[in-house]
């Protein structure tokens, strides 16, 4: 079993910037990482992914050239969001999957989830 905590949500202007962390108990079992975000009415939407491994990143097209994630430690992972939109609000997930080979953007293929960090951007 793994356990996923995000932090760093919080009110910003729109064109400010953000930086979310998620920490796991452990990330040995893991084969990928990702961020996802549901807003409120809406299908939660893929953010981004990182082979875990290998650092090699994904990003939905939504959000790719404005926000990064990167690995700080072993068990700690970052996503930059920068040039922030009023569309950007959301709740936002830190997921984790232990199956490789997977379709990185669907929400089904991450068996572990954190509880979430909202977001909200002001226009």
């Known amino acids: 079993q793994v356990q996923l905590v995000e932090s760093g949500g919080g009110l910003v202007q729109a064109g400010g910037s953000l930086r979310l962390s998620c920490e796991a108990s452990?990330?040995?079992?893991?084969?990928?990482m990702g961020w996802f975000r549901q807003a409120p009415g809406k299908e939660r939407e893929f953010v981004g992914a990182?082979?875990?491994?290998?650092?090699?990143t994904y990003y939905g097209d939504s959000v790719k050239g404005r926000f990064t994630i990167s690995k700080e430690t072993e068990n700690i992972m970052y996503l930059q969001m920068n040039n922030l939109k009023p569309e950007d609000t959301a709740v936002y997930y830190c997921?984790?999957?232990?199956?490789?080979?997977?379709?990185?953007?669907?929400?089904?293929?991450?068996?572990?989830w954190g509880q979430g960090t909202q977001v909200t951007v002001s226009s």
């Open positions: 990182m082979r875990w491994s290998l650092g090699v």
């Open positions: 997921a984790g999957t232990p199956i490789w080979g997977i379709e990185v953007i669907s929400a089904t293929n991450y068996p572990y």
């Open positions: 452990n990330t040995f079992s893991l084969y990928y």
